[in-house]
């Protein structure tokens, strides 16, 4: 196996025996293989489009099938393998649409392979990350190929709302296609900034769906405590599956909480009507083993972030969706015009002791566009007055890598003038300490789930059209993000197609990012590496 599309691949090189995710290599060839099996349909979708409208079932299929293979989604062999059968169905069904302008096409996974996991294997050792041989090649295609798995995440999580928009899925199959074929570096590059667009139009499609069905997230305090009933604890960022699990536990004393990036749930309104919503427990993902062993009750994986099962919570966690785990109890897919069925979940959770405390008090969350915009004249004036001084973004993900701690240290460090915009998992490092506010303004301003990266740009061009300014680099705004995994590659691809400049990147460079690569996106965008915490606390406050 080789695999280097997460933020803690060996030696920031690449895994090649066992991924630090703790995927083998059979899961992780499989998933190579299903995505050049994916560029095949892609290939096809391209013709068969050329002829008319291409049916949405074909976006809707590539979009799930890219985000199984997100970093801690699906671990589950036996689930990648029925993808992959599943692909090549939908690749011989656009053949056949596309008729005699099928022998166009110029893909080996077009032709080839019987329906045999003995064959499986031997073709997913052949067309690997390694098989682009080219560094330069390699990169552009995998930053490409990761920013549209972040893409595809979005896009499902809108799907499941009933939002879904054609241009997304043409361009995933673009994009994909284009992967094939001998392009120039300009034209990578190029390819990769519309990556970035389209980054933005699936966060502003997301957005669009999560605020219709839910209502536009408002400044919450959150408990971070328990309460003496049975819980259950929904992790991920699936908000259909928390409002069918919220329905379902009305009334049968069952509380439910959330975990990691489901936080922000708590500060939508019609989240808030439900009595037994009890708040927020735990913290990132990566500490779900310990704090999954003290939750007591059943767990709910809705989407990405499950990490290696532990035996002592082994028989009460379940996946949905695209999550998968061997051995773990799989809730099926919701039935056409229905709700996915919790009944077992809640049955449990009657029969388990309430959660351990961990700690008590609240988080703020809740400050999307919206919220803030209606703050916005305070904020403006506190920026004219010199109350605020500077923004700093400090959104993406969080992991166990140590030097994360830079983050924290970076929160403390930053002057009583400063306040921090923040989404994704990274808040965990420090929306916990006492920051205080300015005039009102809490200085650490969530905007909810690492997609509503997308509240943070508006809320900058915004600030930007206030000010009257030409450009959003002239805002007092610096960029500090970490990123992890892929929906992170395709936030920062969306930051860069805005125009962003001189963003801070930890905890380390994407391994995936050759040295050539890197001095371009250094030379455009001047982004660069966190460093000491002192030296870059002084540079962004003097807007370097």
Known sequence: MFCFQCQETVKNEGCGVRGVCGKTEETANLQDLLIHVLKGIALYAEKAGQKGPLDKRYGRFVAEALFATITNVNFDNDRITALIREALAVRDALKKTCGADAQDVRHDSAVWF???????????????????????????????????????????????LGFED?????????????????????????????????????????????????????????????????????????????????????????DVYTHGEMLPANSYPAFKTYAHFAGNY???????????????????????????????????????????????????????????????????????????????????????????????DRVVDAVKSGAIKRFIVMAGCDGRHKTRGYYTDVARALP????????????????????????????????????????????????KEAFGLNDINELPISFDVAWYEQKAVAVLL????????????????????????????????????IADVGADVEAMMQGR
């Open 494 to 529: 969306a930051l860069l197609s805005l125009g962003v400049k001189g963003i801070r990147l930890g905890p380390t460079l994407p391994a995936f990012v050759s040295p050539n690569v890197l001095k371009v996106l250094v030379e455009k965008f001047n982004i660069r590496p």
């Open 416 to 463: 009583p003038d400063t306040v921090i915009l923040t989404a994704g998992c990274a808040k965990y490092r420090y929306n916990k300490l006492a920051l205080g506010d300015i005039g009102g303004i809490p200085r650490v301003l969530d905007a909810g789930q690492c997609n509503d990266c997308y509240s943070l740009a508006v809320i900058a061009l915004k600030l």
């Open 114 to 160: 019987s329906d045999d996991a003995g064959e499986f294997a031997k073709k997913a050792a052949e067309v690997g990350i390694l098989s682009m041989e080219d560094p330069d090649v390699r990169s552009l295609s995998m930053l490409l190929i990761y920013g549209l798995k972040g893409i595809s995440a979005y896009a499902e999580h809108a799907a499941v």
């Open 166 to 254: 054609e241009t997304i899925d043409r361009f995933l199959m673009e994009a994909l296609a284009s992967t094939t074929r001998d392009l120039g570096i300009d034209d990578r590059v190029a390819m990769v900034m519309r990556a970035g667009e389209c980054a933005v139009s699936v966060m502003a499609l997301l957005d669009k769906a999560n605020t219709t069905a839910y209502g536009n997230p408002e400044m919450s305090r959150v408990r971070i405590g328990v309460r003496g009933n049975p819980g259950i604890l929904i992790s991920g960022h699936d908000l259909k599956d928390l409002e069918e699990l919220l329905k379902q536990t009305e009334g049968t004393g069952v």
């Open 282 to 376: 735990g913290n990132a993902w990566w500490r779900q083993a310990e704090e999954f062993t003290s939750f007591n009750g059943p767990i709910l994986m809705t989407t990405n972030c499950i990490i290696p099962v532990r035996e002592a919570y082994k028989d009460r966690i379940f996946t949905t969706g695209v999550v998968g785990y061997p051995g773990l109890k799989h809730i099926p897919d919701r039935p056409r015009g229905g709700m996915k069925d919790f009944s077992e979940i809640i049955a449990l959770a009657k029969t388990c002791a309430p959660p351990t405390e961990i700690e008590t008090g609240e988080l703020v969350t809740g400050f999307g566009h919206h919220q803030v915009l209606a703050l916005a």
